[in-house]
């Protein structure tokens, strides 16, 4: 058939993929100027934009060996896990010396940081049952001359359209995101906009929409975990989290060149492929643009009022474990026909 021509053929297959209990729809692909890529982002979906060239000289030039070369003999943050699940957490929310309201919470992860060498070294060792290693460090700051330089050389002109076409506030953060194959940040949503470009090897992202609160059990906003699921989505608890089952999500499997558009408050849960190699990725956060008050609100913005509820009851009871039943009366057999 000559219209299989154009069709990428996918280095990898399903069994690169985690195995869960749910089917995914699939996150459209779009050439960077088709016209649906911006229909997409306006309507706040999640879209694949390929041919952008935002990061080609990290697509060309970025593997193990030219980070080890050129990261320079700054420390890198390094998270430390001893499953494949990274779950992310704030220490500001742990209770402690400084933090007397704190919750009591034990780290999923260790944070340690490294000296690059020391990095890819230990990762080029690592042999299984050892704990895996995920490097997580901003490009802000002090990395070497040839890696500023291929930042420079990033495509801003397209990014900053982007930018300014759907009024997106400031770039907050560019993080560099180096990862062992078969890691897994667990589902969680941000309050920001994202392009996650992907540099090396193979990433899966699993989104769900924020109308999909329902199903998808966040941690209370005053937890460590805050924005994360609470459902594992290993061996997901049925009884605790019956709902779950129904969430309905889309999958994108992004490689070297490849932009995954994750709208704000969007749930999503990311893999490096296994048996494919460590990747590398760049992400590109913005503050959400001036928020627009038009009826019906949108499914993100009720999102924000809930959380801002939670902080409300919890800033007036002053305790975290009189939240949950205070928020229980005001609906319980009330809101019933
Ligand atoms: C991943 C993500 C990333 C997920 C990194 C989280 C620390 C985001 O860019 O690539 O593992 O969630 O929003
Ligand atoms: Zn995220």
Same mark, same amino acid.
């Given at each position: 058939?000559?219209?299989?021509?154009?069709?990428?053929?996918?280095?990898?297959?399903?069994?690169?993929?985690?195995?869960?209990?749910?089917?995914?729809?699939?996150?459209?692909?779009?050439?960077?100027?088709?016209?649906?890529?911006?229909?997409?982002?306006?309507?706040?979906?999640?879209?694949?934009?390929?041919?952008?060239?935002?990061?080609?000289?990290? !697509?060309?030039?970025?593997?193990?060996?030219?980070?080890?070369?050129?990261?320079?003999?700054?420390?890198?943050? !390094?998270?430390?896990?001893?499953?494949?699940?990274?779950?992310?957490?704030?220490?500001?929310?742990?209770?402690?010396?400084?933090?007397?309201?704190?919750?009591?919470?034990?780290?999923?992860?260790?944070?340690?940081?490294?000296?690059?060498?020391?990095?890819?070294?230990?990762?080029?060792?690592?042999?299984?049952?050892?704990?895996?290693?995920?490097?997580?460090?901003?490009?802000?700051?002090?990395?070497?001359?040839?890696?500023?330089?291929?930042?420079?050389?990033?495509?801003?002109?397209?990014?900053?359209?982007?930018?300014?076409?759907?009024?997106?506030?400031?770039?907050?953060?560019?993080?560099?995101?180096?990862?062992?194959?078969?890691?897994?940040?667990?589902?969680?949503? &941000?309050?920001?906009?994202?392009?996650?470009?992907?540099?090396?090897?193979?990433?899966?992202?699993?989104?769900?929409?924020?109308?999909?609160?329902?199903?998808?059990?966040?941690?209370?906003?005053?937890?460590?975990?805050?924005?994360?699921?609470?459902? &594992?989505?290993?061996?997901?608890?049925?009884?605790?989290?019956?709902?779950?089952?129904?969430?309905?999500?889309?999958?994108?499997?992004?490689?070297?060149?490849?932009?995954?558009?994750?709208?704000?408050?969007?749930?999503?849960?990311?893999?490096?492929?296994?048996?494919?190699?460590?990747?590398?990725?760049?992400?590109?956060?913005?503050?959400?643009?001036?928020?627009?008050?038009?009826?019906?609100?949108?499914?993100?913005?009720?999102?924000?009022?809930?959380?801002?509820?939670?902080?409300?009851?919890?800033?007036?009871?002053?305790?975290?474990?009189?939240?949950?039943?205070?928020?229980?009366?005001?609906?319980?057999?009330?809101?019933?026909?």
């Amino acid at each position: 058939m000559a219209s299989t021509s154009n069709e990428e053929k996918k280095p990898w297959d399903s069994s690169n993929l985690r195995k869960y209990c749910l089917n995914f729809g699939e996150v459209p692909r779009f050439h960077f100027d088709d016209p649906r890529v911006d229909e997409c982002i306006r309507s706040n979906k999640p879209v694949i934009i390929l041919g952008t060239n935002l990061v080609k000289p990290a !697509v060309e030039k970025w593997n193990l060996g030219y980070m080890e070369q050129n990261m320079g003999a700054a420390l890198n943050t !390094v998270y430390f896990s001893k499953s494949h699940k990274f779950k992310y957490f704030d220490e500001n929310k742990m209770l402690g010396r400084s933090n007397p309201k704190g919750v009591q919470f034990t780290p999923p992860i260790r944070k340690e940081d490294m000296l690059i060498g020391d990095f890819i070294r230990t990762m080029r060792d690592w042999k299984q049952g050892e704990e895996r290693l995920y490097m997580q460090q901003s490009l802000t700051s002090a990395v070497g001359t040839n890696i500023v330089q291929d930042f420079v050389n990033f495509n801003w002109k397209w990014i900053s359209s982007k930018q300014k076409l759907h009024k997106w506030g400031k770039l907050t953060s560019n993080l560099l995101y180096v990862s062992q194959e078969g890691n897994v940040t667990p589902c969680h949503y &941000d309050e920001q906009e994202n392009f996650f470009a992907q540099v090396l090897g193979y990433k899966r992202c699993i989104l769900f929409p924020p109308d999909q609160f329902q199903c998808m059990y966040p941690h209370p906003v005053h937890h460590p975990h805050d924005r994360q699921s609470m459902v &594992d989505m290993d061996k997901p608890d049925h009884v605790r989290f019956p709902k779950f089952k129904e969430a309905k999500g889309v999958e994108a499997v992004i490689g070297p060149g490849e932009v995954l558009y994750i709208p704000i408050y969007w749930w999503h849960h990311v893999e490096s492929l296994m048996r494919m190699g460590p990747t590398i990725t760049v992400n590109f956060w913005y503050k959400a643009g001036p928020t627009v008050i038009q009826y019906p609100l949108k499914d993100h913005q009720k999102v924000s009022i809930m959380r801002n509820i939670e902080k409300m009851v919890l800033e007036v009871l002053r305790d975290p474990n009189e939240v949950g039943p205070l928020l229980r009366n005001v609906v319980l057999g009330r809101f019933e026909d």
